[in-house]
């Protein structure tokens, strides 16, 4: 789950990590109430995640309540590469020294945290990272030993920073581990971290993605909301527990277990076909479960054909075939069908399914059979499948 | 032979008493498993088809020499499960759980990495079937046969897939591992693929990867270097977006980082065939078992 700017920045602030005090808001009222509250100069900003905002117009700074005024009524409702902008957080302006970088990523390969750090802060990591790669230092934190003090030390000298900034940048990554660590993250990123003329530290900018799976520890971050993230079929699915990924595609597809549905998603493409999204049915799927899915397939508009691959394994195939009658009884699909069932009471499910004779619904015996009618049904929907 | 379970694995299985932990435990005991005992904390002198429970694995251990665990206990209690069995001796543990924290994973494995010669197989994975002597786990193990094709997955309804397709042609398997689709699984491919390659029944090796993570490239300079028995690989997700998980929490590409064709193009560089459908890794094998 990727938080927002604010989100991030508000986690951040809980762990004693310093960054710049600010609000957020919806409106423009509530944003020029923000800028009054905070005090002139402050910064709008929009609230997408993405990089590269300022310079798509979505960072603005305002002198006085006009320009604030002016500047949340452009940003709010902007479209930012795709994403509307639902919030802008209005925050003091900072006096900008110098800009580092620092993160704390989870490092799947090595099986241990990575802190980064860089004084080549406020441009892409991956740029620095290819053109002068000297200039990120980075160590492997032992998950069970925790930061220590010294690998801040050795961090902050590595890259080079100021003698009189290494205790204070310290501090500052031992506060960013432990947010990592409490809150579940996968990532914390600050880019840049900035020096002021004070000499002090500040979190200028956050990106934050926390581990789905350890929300239920975390109440509050479950609930934190990113709505121009949330496409509304993906939004619909959340709700029926259902694991569904939209993508451009025509043609729908559901399979159970992940690594099949993103199997068929290829064995789709390469037979021509565009899928409408991944959807993963998953182990032991009921009847009602199949009814959910179809609902949320056909929500969106641009299907002109479902693919259904099972490999029944704690799946049951006649389950599926049951809730598939039970979905064109509830549903009436305007699209045809294209069915592919094997495994674990295949033979039963395919009877109900010949039994119930469904309209425009073709059952095929290979998943690459399948893939290649329904890829020819999407292309010319007046062909029927029956 | 096999690998990580056989004749003579005894198994206790931590979550016995819930609904799924005894389908599965017994499921597993039809088909040969010698299933010795179970955990549930609280619920010891009870018995679940004759298999006697008992309140902790250190117990399971003293009463019934228990050398391997199945933990099918919910995600918030997996962790712990994972490494009561590792405290009590128990050296193979797979894990079937799925949604166990990452964080949770990162402290498990690393401190199994530090004891000497424990297994852990998943979490989130469908378990390891040895046709013919025993199967831990959900593998649906009416489909496989006993042969000399081992097979390494991250993900299980595609396991079940390619080895339906070998099956149909005439081809058994020797082990089925289900390395599982976490971002910090106990065994790694190449930890499957060591012990593939020293196990005498095993006479090539399918390994089925998908987006996300770099265990697939990793794998690829390991079999270059250590593996002298044919390996074909498949790899899904190539059609996956960047930035969004698909299904499995580990199968996310990030940036240019952990796509399908990169996995490919590393694995083929290592003289690893990889096939582009299930039906293609399938007809790959039969190639190279009848060549």
């Excluded at chain 1, 900003?45 to 452009?74: M, N, P």
Aim: proline share 5%.
């Amino acid at each position: 789950m990727d938080l927002l700017e604010y989100q991030g920045k508000q986690l951040f602030a809980r762990h004693g990590v310093p960054v710049p005090s600010g609000r957020p808001a919806e409106t423009v009222d509530e944003a020029v109430a923000a800028a009054d509250a905070i005090g002139y100069p402050c910064v709008v900003k929009a609230q997408v995640q993405i990089g590269g905002r300022g310079k798509l117009g979505g960072i603005k700074v305002a002198d006085g309540r006009d320009e604030a005024r002016q500047h949340a009524d452009a940003i709010l409702g902007m479209d930012i590469r795709g994403l509307r902008v639902h919030e802008v957080w209005i925050e003091e302006a900072s006096q900008i020294e110098a800009e580092y970088y620092a993160s704390v990523v989870f490092d799947r390969s090595a099986k241990a945290p990575l802190i980064m750090l860089s004084t080549k802060g406020g441009m892409d990591i991956e740029q620095v990272a290819e053109e002068d790669p000297g200039a990120i230092a980075s160590l492997h934190v032992d998950p069970l030993l925790g930061f220590q003090e010294f690998h801040g030390r050795w961090l902050a000298f590595e890259a080079g920073v100021d003698g009189d900034l290494v205790r204070p940048l310290t501090g500052m990554l031992a506060k960013l581990y432990e947010t990592f660590v409490a809150e579940d993250a996968m990532l914390i990123e600050v880019n840049p971290l900035i020096v002021t003329p004070e000499r002090e530290l500040r979190a200028l900018d956050a990106k934050v993605t926390l581990d789905g799976n350890a929300l239920y520890r975390h109440p509050d971050n479950a609930a934190l909301r990113n709505p121009s993230a949330e496409d509304p079929q993906e939004q619909m699915a959340k709700e029926r527990g259902l694991i569904y990924v939209k993508l451009d595609g025509d043609i729908g597809i559901l399979g159970n277990g992940a690594g099949l549905v993103m199997s068929t998603l290829d064995v789709v493409a390469q037979a021509g076909g565009r899928p409408a999204n991944f959807l993963d049915a998953g182990g032991g799927s009921k009847a009602d479960a199949i009814v959910a899915a179809v609902e949320v397939i056909l929500s969106d508009e641009k299907v002109k054909a479902v693919l259904f691959n099972i490999f029944g394994g704690i799946t049951r195939c006649d389950e599926v075939a049951k809730g598939l009658i039970e979905a064109f009884e509830q549903v009436k699909p305007q699209v045809p069908f294209v069915v592919r069932l094997d495994g674990t009471n295949d033979e039963e499910g395919r009877r109900l399914l010949a039994d119930a004779q469904l309209p425009n619904l073709v059952v095929e015996a290979t998943m690459l059979e399948a893939a290649e009618r329904v890829v020819a049904l999407a292309a010319s929907p007046t062909l029927q499948a029956r | 032979m096999s690998i990580l379970v056989d004749r003579e694995t005894r198994l206790c299985v931590a979550g016995i008493t819930g609904r799924e932990g005894t389908f599965h435990a017994l499921n597993n005991k039809r088909y040969g498993t010698n299933v010795v005992s179970g955990v549930t904390p609280g619920k010891a002198g009870q018995q679940v088809e004759g298999i006697p429970v008992f309140n902790s694995f250190r117990q399971a251990v003293e009463e019934t020499d228990a050398n391997a665990a199945m933990v099918f206990v919910p995600a918030r209690f997996a962790a712990d499960s994972i490494l009561e069995a590792a405290e009590a001796g128990i050296r193979t543990i797979i894990a079937i759980t799925e949604g166990i924290p990452a964080h949770d994973e990162l402290r498990v494995s690393t401190h199994l990495s530090r004891l000497d010669e424990v297994r852990l197989i998943g979490p989130n994975c469908p378990g390891v079937l040895s046709p013919g002597k025993a199967n831990v786990g959900i593998i649906p193990a009416d489909f496989f046969k006993e042969g000399n094709v081992g097979v390494v997955s991250r993900s299980g309804t595609l396991t079940y897939q390619i080895g339906n397709e070998l099956a149909q042609a005439g081809f058994g398997n020797s082990s089925i591992v289900g390395i599982g689709g976490d971002p910090v699984p106990g065994l790694s491919f190449i930890d499957v693929l060591e012990l593939f390659e020293a196990d005498a029944e095993t006479k090539l090796v399918v390994m089925s990867g998908e987006i996300g993570g770099s265990a697939e490239e990793e794998a690829a300079e390991y079999i270059a270097d250590n593996v002298s028995k044919p390996v074909v690989a498949y790899i899904a997700g190539f059609t996956a977006p960047p930035g969004k998980t698909m299904g499995h929490a580990g199968a996310i590409v990030s940036g240019s980082k952990g796509t399908a064709a990169a996995k490919a193009e590393a694995l083929e560089a290592a003289g690893v065939r990889v096939g582009r459908t299930p039906t293609e890794v399938s007809e790959i094998v039969i190639e190279i078992l009848d060549g």
